[in-house]
């Protein structure tokens, strides 16, 4: 993972394989990682998969964020595992069971990561939700999903680089820090609420961005990357 770049993943969420298609081709030797979602993989499948892989080396995350029984899930990442890829997702709020049955479906062949509390949720949202108050503040949460996540096995989590350096302080440097909600100065508002720019979450500790309406939305999309990953150059400077 020596440059900068391969910290960034970029997400193919477009709704068609050939428009993501285009991406790969224009951002291949920009970012490390590909993320296949819900919209691309829902409408092209495991197809999509082996097209990203046939036109580039890049990392593949395979992001379906599973939540259901863990017999049920378990099934879905012993699929998801024989198809190459190097990370899936999972919600922590399936609870310890659900992790264990995923890490255990995983065959050690992916790395499995619990989404802690989605970037698109701030406090009040987690209130109105039925959380105690006193997670107003998501890092509490954070933490505590975190924590679950890692004794079941997984490899690491995904949470808002707000929350990256407590999570790394608390669990150790090597339980990998994935964050969204990356917003670079100046951008316009959106659906994302807990928000740090680049620089912000790979100095809080993060090992890996995932950057993708301010590299796809930019007028010139393979730009827009490498001052992001000039960024985590620097960010990674200063907190060495
Ligand atoms: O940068 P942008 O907001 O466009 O990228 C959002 C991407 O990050 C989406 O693919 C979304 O699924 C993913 N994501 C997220 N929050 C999480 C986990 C993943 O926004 N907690």
Redesign the pocket.
């Known amino acids: 993972m020596a440059h900068p770049k391969n910290r960034i993943i970029f ?1 193919l ?1 477009v709704p068609d394989l050939d428009e993501a298609l285009e991406f790969v081709e224009i951002l291949k030797d920009d970012v490390g990682v590909f ?1 296949i ?2 919209e691309l993989f829902v409408k092209s499948g495991p197809r999509a998969v082996g097209a990203v892989k046939e036109r580039t080396d890049a990392a593949i995350f395979l ?1 379906m ?1 599973f939540h259901d029984i863990p017999e049920t899930v378990k099934g879905a990442i012993r699929s998801a595992s024989t198809l190459g890829v190097e990370f899936v ?1 999972v919600h922590t709020e399936g609870g310890s069971a659900l992790m264990r049955a995923v890490v255990e479906g995983s065959g050690g062949k992916t790395k499995v990561l619990g ?1 802690t ?4 949720l701030s406090s009040v949202d987690l209130v109105e939700a039925g959380f105690d108050p006193k997670y107003k503040d998501a890092s509490e949460l954070v933490a505590a999903r975190a924590r679950l996540a890692r004794n079941a096995g997984c490899a690491g989590i ?2 808002s680089g707000l929350e990256a350096g407590l999570v790394k302080k608390k669990l150790g440097k090597d339980f990998l820090v994935v964050t ?3 917003r670079p100065k100046d951008s316009p508002p ?1 659906d ?1 609420k807990r928000l740090t720019t680049p620089y912000e979450a790979i100095y809080n500790g993060a090992d890996y961005i ?5 590299i ?1 939305n930019a007028p010139d999309p393979r730009k827009a990357a490498s001052l992001i990953a000039e960024e985590i150059g620097k960010a990674l400077k200063d907190r060495a």
């Open positions: 997400p969420d993320k979602g819900l992001d964020k997702t989404v509390v989605l970037t698109s995904v949470c969204p909600g990356i959106d994302q995932v950057v993708g309406r301010p796809r």
